[in-house]
């Protein structure tokens, strides 16, 4: 068995207005954890961080100004998709409160 396991923290709690700032996690193959992982995300609309979530989180948005673009991250987790997952053998998404 074959899992992804992740986490997000995000700009704030409503998902059509705010982003994802980072995701992270772990794959897990057949019991053993293979590599982890680190993304973090500039955001693309700065004016819409709410500062609970920042205060939540640890985050300012000076941390946030060398982070790579959405693009850059997205690149890399599909990297790990595909060297990881194939037609015959799925990663299965897990992660605590995924709604």
Known sequence: MQI???DTETSGLIPEY???LTLAG???IDGTFVEN???KFKPLYPERLDQEALDCHGYTEKDMENWPNA???WEYLLSLF???SSYETKLIPAGHNVG
């Open 37 to 39: 992982f680190d993304l």
């Open 82 to 84: 595909k060297k990881y």
């Open 71 to 73: 693009k850059e991250g």
């Open 26 to 28: 772990t794959i897990e």
């Open 18 to 20: 705010n982003e994802i």
């Open 4 to 6: 992804f396991w992740f």
